[in-house]
């Protein structure tokens, strides 16, 4: 019996004195701010640093959103919220002489820009002739979900020249793409050789929020010429296509087209000539080499066959 209440003494008083462990944010002998931090959009938001001052004390939030913090009785303390992707928030607390308060915090997601490029396309057509354009894309997600993304504007400048990049795909529920093709400047004569080296801004706005991201316009790609065969000529596969690369360093893709159907494509890198190995149906056919850079940047020629 003696043992039992000595060993009882012993568990009441663990959890005291100086160096006790004060995890529990009902433990009146600790004195802070304790609470939990949300998403606006709902649910429990982890990983957000709050930091009070002046008594610069720093704390993360877990899993499930939970913090607290030690600080000094009766001080006044600002906090602060801060999360990748999201607005900051403050808040103003006085701490008690004893014993925790509680402050949850709600952040709003904001914009992010996750990708920003300018990309160079040329395209040599089944007539031997070239045309070029620019690509500038945004890859801009939202922590509230891609829906508050409409009230955004989405824009590209070179010099004086503007143009509203619009919508082009999705990426789930909180990632969106925007882009356009440009292909002529107004007043300007040969587009390829004015529009590289230019200066492009992509900009973001909405109401109290503004992004500017400058890229350089990159040269353009040396197309593939001499695809065999070309001009609507006879080729019954498996057979093989033929092509002068424009330069050996980029990545390439074969694509056969009939009408808007993809009906053959490889992946390739540094060939002149690929065989196309599948039997194809009686018809005109479009045969595409597209070459590619790690940048995103892309040259093409095309070429058409007709299989009897």
């Known amino acids: 019996m003696r043992r039992t209440i000595i060993g009882l003494l012993l568990a009441a008083t663990a959890g005291c004195g100086a160096n006790a462990p004060r995890d529990n944010p009902y433990d009146v002998s600790q004195t802070g701010v ?20 002046p008594a610069s004390v720093t704390a993360s939030s877990d899993a499930q959103g939970g913090y607290s913090l030690d600080l000094t009785p009766g001080s006044r303390q600002t906090l602060q919220f801060s999360k990748q992707g999201y607005q900051t928030v403050t808040d103003t607390v006085d701490v008690p002489e004893r014993g925790l308060t509680r402050r949850n915090a709600i ?20 007539n031997g002739s070239l045309r070029y354009h620019i690509e500038p894309a945004l890859v801009v997600s939202h922590q509230d979900g891609s829906t508050l993304l409409d009230s955004f504007a989405f824009q590209c400048r ?30 300007v004569t040969g587009f390829s050789g004015w529009i590289v080296g230019r200066l492009a801004q992509l900009l973001v706005t909405s109401t109290g929020y503004s992004q500017l991201i400058n890229r350089t316009v990159p040269g353009f790609l040396a197309a593939p010429d001499g695809l065999t065969p070309s001009g609507g000529a006879t080729f019954t596969p498996p ?14 893709t074969v ?11 490889c992946d390739t890198t540094n060939v002149s000539r690929l065989l196309l ?16 850079d790690r940048n995103g940047n892309r040259s093409q020629a095309e070429a058409t066959f007709t299989r009897p």
Do not use: C, K
């Open 239 to 252: 057979d093989t296509l033929r092509w002068i690369n424009g330069q050996p360093d980029v990545d390439i």
């Open 107 to 126: 952040l709003p997601g904001q914009a992010m820009v996750d990708t920003a490029a300018v990309r160079t396309v040329v395209q040599r057509l089944w």
């Open 34 to 53: 304790y609470g939990t931090t949300y998403r606006r959009s709902g649910g429990a938001l982890g990983g957000v640093s709050i930091t009070a001052s």
């Open 158 to 187: 070179i010099d004086t020249f503007s143009w509203v990049l619009v919508e082009t795909g999705s990426r789930g529920d909180y990632t969106m793409l925007y882009g356009r093709a440009i292909d002529t400047i107004p007043g």
């Open 255 to 265: 694509e056969v087209w009939q009408g808007t159907a993809l009906v053959w494509t």
């Open 277 to 292: 190995p599948v039997p194809l149906a009686s018809g005109n056919y479009v045969w595409r080499v597209v070459g590619h």
